[in-house]
């Protein structure tokens, strides 16, 4: 099931991007169908059951679904946009992350072309339920009512004619954990859908992941990436949850943009919820092309979890850029502290392109997509065997490699087709060649191409 498939425009004024954003969702894209409820009724659980992915976190605790996730399903020859929505909340002493949530629901109702209505058939109708009927209601779009965990046969038979009070025609007992009741769903979303816009889907030319530690701006700049809020932005720490995907067009390029969840040391993460986070950041690694490491510049360092946040996409052969934000608030003194700890880890950033940016004045934003197909045309060039095997040997010729008094030599070396920059090694001992001697290969090859932020994988193999 393929990602989201939203358009934006560059170029163009915020509100009349919000505006072409609106119109080209209506027009362009598949129906949007909603998940919508109160908190911890199995909204995320249903999502991931009809999804057939584990995209939304699932935990046992009010509002951790947020942002709004998206995703593709095909059912009975027909596609639909079925969108995982944060929780209703009704709470006097709701925080401001709260409020916007709710509004980020509210908006997307008229985008709407059926709402699927999720109430708790375990522990009965509520106030909030009703309040949120109202509001359904209110919209006008056809709303089915879903009676989540229909596993709870008692709960069921006792809280069933409750929920018929709220008036809806179409009501459904499903179980997003047992799967009850999906099929009957989906061919009664698949009934009550308009047919969408004929249109090709395009995939992305790039997978982009948004990665780093808590509140360095990773959600504002996945906003201003893509020109529209999709991320909600807050002072407050950890308010991003799930990986938040969505694209844009960069020069006729399709770009699938990610953002993460702030990852954290290991050793100060001791709630679950967050591990559930950390593992979904990490994920998006994994699934990316490239991976953009933010850093907070006004902070005066680089941290250690930020190196290895970048030694981890390295390990996962991605490439690789660089964000120093908050330029706007470096001063002379945090300026000189943190040129002293780019200098320190030289040996791994001279490899990696960096782009100092603001968000808050969006200093330099426009070079980052520029730089990201810069980065793809390098990983993606041709080399020249003849040329490369000369280099190579050449360069090994004032350095000869050792393993314990024996010396290894490098027969022939030829580039592979690869995703990233390939080449065989025809060596005579190849389990000897290990990191370092790897290594002195690697750095010969970067001083003569243009590597950079680009992962090399080298491969090893007997001359015989």
Known sequence: MSKTNHRSFHGTHPSIVKSAFNIMSTLLSPPKVLLVGRTNVGK??????????????VFEREGVTRDYLQELISWDSKTFALIDTGGFSFAKNQDDIGKRVQEKVVE???????????????????QEDIKIAQILRRS????FLLINKADNMHGMEEHMPEFYKLGFETVIPVSGIHGIGIATL?????????????HEEKAPSYNVALIGRPNVGKSSLMNLLIEHERS?????????????????????DLIQVTDTAGVRRSRNVDDDLEQLMVKSSLQAVREANLVLIMVDASEGKIADQELKLLFYAYEQQKMVVV?????????????????????????????IPQIWISCLTHRNVGKIFAEIQN?????NQKFNPVEVDEIVKNGLASMHLYHTGQELKLKKIRPLEGRIPTFLLKVNHPEWFGPSQLSCIENILRKHYDLKGCPIHLVTAGDK
């Open 375 to 379: 980065v793809w045309q390098r990983c």
């Open 232 to 252: 909600i932005v807050s002072p407050i720490a950890g308010t991003t949850r799930e990986a938040i995907s969505d694209t844009t067009y960069y020069c006729n």
């Open 108 to 126: 997307l109702l008229s985008y709407a072309s059926l709402i699927l209505f999720v109430c708790d058939g375990k522990n009965g109708l509520t």
């Open 140 to 143: 006008n779009k056809p709303v």
């Open 44 to 57: 995320s659980t249903l999502f991931n059951r009809l999804t057939q992915q584990k995209l939304s976190i």
């Open 186 to 198: 989906l061919n009664g979303i698949v009934e009550a859908i308009p047919l969408p816009v004929e």
């Open 323 to 351: 964000i120093f934000n908050k330029i706007d608030l470096l001063n002379e003194y945090t300026n000189s502290t943190l040129e002293q700890s780019i200098a320190e880890y030289e040996f791994i950033l001279k490899k």
